[in-house]
Structures are given as structure tokens and as C-alpha cells.
């Protein structure tokens, strides 16, 4: 049950980070801007309609958006990881004393 509760909530993060990164990823597009130019003039050329271009462009956005919230959800699954390290320390052996004969 703690699993599927930790996928769950994983899941959940992970969309939350997606549309962070995506709105921060579009705030620096405009169609004014070179980079976006040159992308529509390219995908235009190559037979795509300016619709089409723009919705690769936002294809490409959303694939990097979703990296970037991979990279943060690893980022924390890793700190908790050496934050959960002294648990082992505190925790109680499974069997009682080792070395007892029983």
C-alpha cells in the first residue's frame, strides 16, 4: 500500500514540475524571437503548415518540460535517500542479538 501511495504521489509531483518547467520553458518564446523563427521558417520548409510547427515546437517544450521535472524528481528521491542513511543506525536488527545460540 505505501507504494502505490509513493507512486501516487511521485506521479502527481512529477505532472506539477511538468507544468512549472513548461510555463517557464514558454515565457521565453515569442514569435518575435530568432530561434522560433528560424524553427517555423525550417519545419515550414520541410512541408509542415505554421500550425503544425507550432505544435512541434510545443511537442519539443513539453519533452524538455518533462525532463527537467524527471531530473528534479530524481534530485529529491536522492536527497531523501541520504537523508533516510542514519535510519539504519536507529533501527533495530530484524532477529534480536546476533551471535546468540539459540
Known sequence: M???FGA???????????????????????????GVAAFVS?????????LQSHGL????VNNQAYMLATN???????VLL?????LIWIARPPFGQMGMAH
Request: hydrophobic content about 45%; proline content about 2%; charged content about 15%.
Open 2 to 4: 505505501a507504494g502505490s
Open 8 to 34: 501516487s504521489i511521485i506521479s502527481a509531483a512529477w505532472d506539477h514540475r511538468q507544468a512549472l518547467h513548461h510555463t517557464r520553458l514558454v515565457e521565453h518564446l515569442s514569435l518575435g524571437d530568432s
Open 42 to 50: 525550417k519545419t515550414t520548409g520541410a512541408g509542415f503548415g505554421t
Open 57 to 60: 515546437l510545443n511537442d519539443l
Open 72 to 78: 528534479d524528481i530524481f534530485w529529491v528521491c536522492g
Open 82 to 86: 541520504v537523508a533516510l542513511i542514519p
